[in-house]
């Protein structure tokens, strides 16, 4: 059964640092590119990151550019997600989701067929 499980989110104050892993399990990652997009009470959900299948590529939005890095480590079927100096508005829940194009990196929400249930980010004094 294909899962992807996302973890280490929680409450952090402004310009704290988290990090954000999604486990995969039941296909092969490394055939797939992987982005992480997150949603706020209210809005749509965004791209945040996104990674190609074999690290080699990656892509961020404007509001998280110098602070988020995207890494993956294929033999451990886990993408990485390091968050630094966050901000309230950083405050969502965060998606891994995986889209079947080796060797590229995919920024079209639409284009990821497989998702997670998401980890919660709350930054906050």
């Known amino acids: 059964q294909l899962q992807l499980v996302e973890s280490g989110g929680g409450l952090v104050q402004p310009g704290g640092s988290l990090r954000l892993s999604c486990a995969a399990s039941?296909?092969?990652?490394?055939?797939?590119?992987i982005g992480w997009f997150r949603q706020a009470p209210g809005k749509e959900r965004e791209g945040v990151s996104y990674?190609?299948?074999?690290?080699?590529?990656?892509d961020y939005a404007d509001s998280v550019k110098g602070r988020f890095t995207i890494s993956r480590d294929n033999a451990k079927a886990t993408v990485y997600l390091q968050m630094n100096s966050l901000k309230p508005e950083d405050t969502a829940v965060y998606y891994c989701?995986?889209?079947?194009?080796?060797?590229?990196?995919?920024?079209?929400?639409?284009?990821?067929?497989?998702w997670g249930r998401g980890t919660q980010v709350t930054v906050s004094s």
């Open positions: 039941g296909f092969l990652m490394e055939h797939y590119a």
């Open positions: 990674i190609s299948s074999n690290g080699g590529s990656t």
């Open positions: 989701a995986a889209a079947p194009f080796p060797g590229m990196v995919v920024t079209g929400l639409y284009d990821y067929d497989y």
